[in-house]
């Protein structure tokens, strides 16, 4: 997995970039790798704004972000975002299999 963490005047610690790199793994294991990750931490006025993008292969790209008052809030919201968003993906992919196999028995 590739993972790119970018810091817009926000400063770059190495507690932040583990929060980030825990959560990037946990959308992973539901993914084909290669993945590519890229997350932009931002701070504009009173926002911290956290933005995602996730691509993996055979499927398209996932983007979304969030903000909020602290930037480890904003981390959590839009990795929620984008964890929702695989599972989708990941669920249907099963369910569409499982469905094909059951044809299949049941002609036999």
């Not at 997995?1 to 946990?26: H, Y």
């Not at 959590?76 to 569409?96: F, G, P, Q």
């Amino acid at each position: 997995m590739r993972l790119d963490i970018t810091f817009r005047q926000v400063d770059a610690s190495d507690e932040i970039r583990q929060w980030v790199e825990r959560r990037v793994e946990k959308v992973a294991r539901f993914l084909r790798p290669p993945i590519e990750a890229h997350v932009v931490l931002k701070e504009e006025k009173h926002r911290q704004i956290a933005e995602v993008t996730v691509k993996a292969a055979g499927e398209g790209s996932y983007v979304a972000s969030a903000e909020a008052e602290e930037i480890r809030t904003a981390i959590d919201l839009v990795m929620h975002k984008i964890e929702s968003a695989v599972r989708r993906a990941h669920d249907r992919r099963v369910d569409h299999r499982r469905n094909q196999i059951d044809d299949e028995q049941a002609a036999i």
